[in-house]
């Protein structure tokens, strides 16, 4: 156990859709970062946030959108939902950014039909 | 660039050791990870290593680094049933936040 937690654990949704996955952050851990695992895949980087504002951001589009709040926990928010974007979203939560090992939650099962 | 590999299945009986192998391609990375994958779950840290470091040993796992390769193995002695699972490396690159760049993963397969 991390202590990072995500929800929902599974979810289905329609092509068009809005969809927004939480996570809360380990105690202790102001930084989250989202990645996105697709089936038989690594996890690819979406995005970082450190003290409530972006701190870095993979090769996504920018319907992939998030926020941090005060506690440290944090939303992902997908717009306009592909086929493609069906994956198994992951938050991780680190002390701070450069060299802090992130801790992973259990991650949120997105299907997009 | 960036871009970490992995062999994609290993397989072993159990009681003997597995080396899980991994390439990358950034040689500014800080830190280097493994992490392990049970199906449907998330991502389990296992260890990781400082680029300025060449071993590391925490109980059955031993990882390796060779910088000038840009080589990273994980070592598993006396591996166990529940070790089956899947195991990914990722490189941690400063600049950009610390975003992590992961392999594809080993799928490791322990049979008895």
């Known amino acids: 156990e991390t202590g990072v937690t995500q929800s929902p654990t599974h979810l289905i949704k329609t092509r068009g859709q809005q969809v927004t996955l939480r996570c809360s952050s380990q105690?202790?851990?102001?930084?989250v970062s989202w990645y996105q695992q697709a089936l038989g895949q690594g996890p690819q980087f979406i995005f970082q946030?450190?003290?409530?504002?972006?701190?870095g951001r993979g090769n996504f589009p920018p319907r992939f959108s998030g926020l941090q709040f005060p506690n440290y926990s944090s939303e992902l928010n997908v717009n306009a939902l592909e086929l493609d974007d069906s994956a198994l979203y992951l938050c991780?939560?680190?002390?701070?950014?450069?060299?802090?090992?992130?801790?992973f939650g259990p991650g949120t099962r997105l299907t997009v039909l | 660039g960036e871009d970490v590999e992995q062999s994609l299945f290993l397989s072993v009986r159990e009681g003997d050791s597995s080396v899980i192998n991994c390439t990358y391609t950034?040689?500014?990375?800080?830190?280097l990870y493994w992490y392990k994958q049970e199906p449907g779950a998330g991502l389990q840290l296992l260890t990781y290593?400082?680029?300025?470091?060449d071993m590391k040993q925490d109980q059955r796992l031993t990882v390796l680094l060779n910088k000038k390769d840009k080589h990273l193995s994980l070592r598993i002695a006396d591996t166990q049933t529940g070790d089956s699972a899947i195991y990914f490396c990722?490189?941690?690159?400063?600049?950009?936040?610390?975003?992590?760049?992961f392999g594809t993963g080993t799928q490791l397969k322990v049979e008895l």
């Open positions: 991780a939560s680190s002390r701070g950014t450069v060299g802090d090992t992130q801790y």
């Open positions: 105690s202790g851990h102001n930084t």
């Open positions: 946030y450190y003290r409530e504002e972006e701190n």
């Open positions: 950034d040689s500014s990375s800080t830190y």
């Open positions: 290593i400082f680029s300025n470091m």
């Open positions: 990722a490189e941690s690159i400063p600049g950009g936040g610390n975003k992590l760049t």
